[in-house]
């Protein structure tokens, strides 16, 4: 399984980006897919999660209402929607696919790469 994220950058504070998360070798549509994201000298941090149909998603709540998950299984790709970014919410994410409980790190498997997500005051 491997996983691709991509679409981070450095943006002002109120704007918005959105990250993707192109996965390869793995059936998609059985997975829960999830971002992370970690902080310098920090543990990295649930952010959101979806279930492995989409039905279902799940989020921190510094980021509730804030930040949309959604997966295209077809397109056997996670998006994650950030709006209304926020200085504090600068940090290296990463997106993740496994089974199990959504919001449990250890429930991932698989993880791509981090892509960094900077907000300017």
């Known amino acids: 399984v491997q996983l691709q994220a991509s679409g981070g950058g450095l943006v002002q504070a109120g704007a918005s980006l959105r990250l993707s998360c192109s996965a390869s070798?793995?059936?998609?549509?059985?997975?829960?897919m999830g971002w992370f994201r970690q902080f310098p000298g920090k543990d990295r941090e649930f952010v959101a999660g979806?279930?492995?149909?989409?039905?279902?998603?799940y989020f921190a709540d510094s980021v509730k209402g804030r930040f949309t998950i959604s997966k295209n299984n077809a397109k056997m790709t996670s998006y994650l929607q950030m709006d209304s970014l926020k200085p504090e919410d600068t940090a290296v994410y990463y997106c993740?696919?496994?089974?199990?409980?959504?919001?449990?790190?250890?429930?991932?498997?698989?993880w791509g790469q981090g892509t960094q997500v900077t907000v300017s005051s």
């Open positions: 979806i279930s492995w149909s989409g039905g279902s998603t």
């Open positions: 070798g793995v059936t998609f549509g059985s997975y829960i």
């Open positions: 993740a696919a496994g089974n199990g409980i959504v919001r449990d790190i250890r429930a991932y498997r698989n």
